[in-house]
């Protein structure tokens, strides 16, 4: 199975049920994967001088089930104007979902970076 959820196995042979068949087995989320993990909102676009931005990272596995757990470290880092660079605060919300932000002291383009564990995402 690919997705988490509860599944039962029927093991049989000749048609017959093996003892205790069907299982009840449980598949949990495979580790989380930089390459299916995704961040959304509208600190990732846009924000302005002096004020908190805010966006949001969402684990998930290499098969893109949604983390439901939390526990992850996600360093992130903004540079912006001026050659100003800081690593964004990121708060563990314990299910998954990971909010970033940052404040943007300096009017003009600016760049985010995200690692996971040392993986670039």
């Known amino acids: 199975a690919i997705k988490r959820g509860e599944y039962k196995l029927n093991l049989a042979l000749n048609d017959n049920h093996a003892l205790g068949s069907p299982f009840d087995v449980k598949v949990t989320n495979a580790p ?19 004020h908190r931005a805010y966006f949001t990272i969402q684990a998930a ?41 940052y404040v943007n002291n300096l009017a003009g383009d600016f760049m985010l970076s995200a690692t996971l564990w040392n993986d670039e995402l």
Not at 80 to 98: E, R
Request: hydrophobic residues 25%; charged residues 15%.
């Open 61 to 101: 596995d290499d098969f893109g089930n949604n983390t439901t757990t939390g526990g992850a470290q996600f360093n992130v880092l903004y540079a912006g104007a001026g050659d100003s660079k800081q690593l964004c605060n990121v708060t563990d919300h314990g299910d998954g979902k990971y909010t970033a932000s």
């Open 32 to 50: 989380i994967s930089p390459a299916t993990t995704y961040a959304y909102g509208s600190g990732l676009r846009y924000s302005v001088a002096g």
